[in-house]
C-alpha cells in the first residue's frame, strides 16, 4: 500500500506537466496557424472609374476591386500607388482583401504616376522622378485627392441605380500605400504636411493606415511630422529597402514608426515588420525588376505571402473590430508568421 501511494504520487506531477506541456504546445500550433492566406471565400469584381474634380481642374483615376456577393455595406480600403505607378499597383493586395469582404479603390495620382517618366529616354527617367518628388504641389495634389474621392464616393453610394448604392461602410475605411503612396496614406492618417507650422491633411474618414516603405521627413520636421498620426498604423518596410530618387536608407525608413505615437503615448495601436532582406520594390508587389534586384523571386512570394496575411489581420482588427484579428497580432500569431523573415515592434495594448 505504501509503494503504491508513493508510486501515485510520483506519476501525478508527471502527468500534470505532460498535460501543461501539451496546452502549451498545441496553443503554439493554434497561433502558428496562417491567417486568411488562400485568396478569400468572396468572388470579385473590378471595375474602373474617372471622377473630375472640377474646383481642381483634375481627374482622379480610380480601378475598383469589390467582392460581388455580400448584402451589406461593405468596408473600404483606399489604396494609393508610388511615384511613377498607376492604379493598376498593389493588386496583389486588392484582388486579396476584395477576396475576404473588402471594398478595395486603386487611386491614380496625376502628376505622380507613369506619366513622369512614360516617353523617356532611360537615361532621363531618374532626374524626372526626382522632379516630381520634390515639387510641392505634386504631394498637395496626392494629398486632396483622398478627401476628394471620398466625397465622390458617398455621393455615389447615396445614388439609387448606380453600383455603389448602398455598398460602402464609411464607418470603416482604411487607406494603404507604397513609398509616395505611403506618404498619401499617412497623410490621410493625420501627419502634419510641411513641419511645424504645416498643415495636416487628416480625414476623420480614415480609421487606420499601411504605410509601405515611407518617405522620411526633413530631420527638422520629423517631430511635428509624425506626433499627429492618432490612427492604427501597421508599417512595413525591409533592411534593402533604399531609394535613389531622394536617398532614404533603408535605417530611415524606421524613423516614422519611431515617431507615431502608440497607445502608450496618446496615439492608435502601432505595428512595425523591418523585412530581412526586403528592397523598396517588393512592396509594390512588382516582379519584373527582380533580375536587377539582389531579392530572389522566391524570397519576395514569401514576403508578400506575410503582408497579405498581417494586412488582412490589421483590417480585420482595426476596421471590423475583430477580436481574433487582435489577438493574432498582439499575442503570438503575427510573430509566428514572419520569424526569422524580419523583425516586428509593436505599441498595442
Known amino acids: 500500500m505504501r509503494c503504491t501511494s508513493m508510486n501515485q504520487i510520483i506519476r501525478l506531477p508527471i502527468?500534470?506537466?505532460?498535460?501543461?506541456?501539451?496546452?502549451?504546445?498545441?496553443?503554439?500550433?493554434?497561433?502558428?496557424?496562417?491567417?486568411?492566406?488562400?485568396?478569400?471565400?468572396?468572388?470579385?469584381?473590378?471595375?474602373?472609374?474617372?471622377?473630375?474634380?472640377?474646383?481642381?481642374?483634375?481627374?482622379?483615376?480610380?480601378?475598383?476591386?469589390?467582392p460581388t456577393d455580400v448584402d451589406k455595406p461593405l468596408p473600404m480600403v483606399l489604396v494609393s500607388h508610388g511615384l511613377g505607378g498607376t492604379r493598376e499597383s498593389l493588386n496583389y493586395l486588392g484582388t486579396h482583401w476584395a477576396s475576404y469582404g473588402y471594398l478595395c479603390v486603386h487611386m491614380q495620382h496625376p502628376g505622380s504616376d507613369d506619366s513622369v517618366w512614360q516617353g523617356l529616354p532611360a537615361k532621363d527617367i531618374l532626374q524626372a522622378m526626382r522632379k516630381?518628388?520634390?515639387?510641392?504641389?505634386?504631394?498637395?495634389d496626392r494629398a486632396e485627392d483622398v478627401p476628394f474621392v471620398l466625397d465622390r464616393l458617398e455621393w455615389l453610394s447615396a445614388r439609387e441605380g448606380t453600383k455603389l448604392h448602398n455598398k460602402i461602410d464609411f464607418e470603416r475605411v482604411g487607406i494603404a500605400g507604397h513609398s509616395f503612396g505611403a506618404w498619401?496614406?499617412?497623410?490621410?492618417?493625420?501627419?502634419?504636411?510641411?513641419?511645424?507650422?504645416?498643415?495636416?491633411?487628416?480625414?476623420?474618414?480614415?480609421?487606420?493606415?499601411?504605410p509601405l516603405s515611407p518617405p522620411v521627413a526633413k530631420e527638422?520636421?520629423?517631430?511635428?511630422?509624425?506626433?499627429?498620426?492618432?490612427?492604427?498604423?501597421?508599417?512595413?518596410?525591409?533592411?534593402?529597402?533604399?531609394?535613389?530618387?531622394n536617398n532614404t536608407t533603408a535605417e530611415e525608413r524606421l524613423i516614422p514608426y519611431g515617431l507615431v505615437p502608440g497607445p502608450s503615448d496618446g496615439g492608435g495601436p502601432k505595428y512595425l515588420i523591418n523585412f530581412n532582406g526586403a528592397d523598396h520594390m517588393t512592396f509594390s508587389g512588382e516582379t519584373k525588376r527582380r533580375m536587377r534586384s539582389k531579392v530572389s523571386?522566391?524570397?519576395?512570394?514569401?514576403?508578400?505571402?506575410?503582408?497579405?496575411?498581417?494586412?488582412?489581420?490589421?483590417?480585420?482588427?482595426?476596421?471590423?473590430?475583430?477580436?481574433?484579428?487582435?489577438?493574432?497580432?498582439?499575442?503570438?500569431g503575427f510573430t509566428e508568421l514572419v520569424d526569422e523573415r524580419g523583425d516586428i515592434e509593436m505599441d498595442a495594448k
Open 15 to 66: 502527468l500534470f506537466w505532460i498535460f501543461v506541456l501539451t496546452l502549451l504546445l498545441t496553443s503554439k500550433l493554434v497561433w502558428a496557424e496562417p491567417y486568411k492566406e488562400a485568396v478569400g471565400p468572396h468572388s470579385i469584381e473590378t471595375f474602373l472609374f474617372e471622377p473630375q474634380d472640377e474646383d481642381r481642374g483634375r481627374k482622379v483615376p480610380i480601378k475598383f476591386y469589390m
Open 184 to 210: 498619401s496614406a499617412m497623410a490621410a492618417g493625420g501627419m502634419t504636411v510641411g513641419g511645424q507650422f504645416g498643415r495636416s491633411y487628416g480625414d476623420e474618414r480614415i480609421k487606420c493606415i499601411i
Open 220 to 245: 527638422r520636421q520629423r517631430e511635428s511630422t509624425y506626433r499627429t498620426i492618432k490612427v492604427p498604423a501597421l508599417i512595413m518596410t525591409g533592411t534593402l529597402d533604399t531609394s535613389m530618387i
Open 297 to 332: 523571386l522566391e524570397d519576395n512570394k514569401a514576403f508578400h505571402s506575410i503582408i497579405r496575411q498581417s494586412t488582412t489581420a490589421f483590417l480585420d482588427a482595426y476596421l471590423l473590430d475583430d477580436k481574433a484579428a487582435k489577438a493574432w497580432l498582439n499575442d503570438g
Open 132 to 140: 516630381a518628388a520634390s515639387t510641392p504641389q505634386v504631394a498637395v
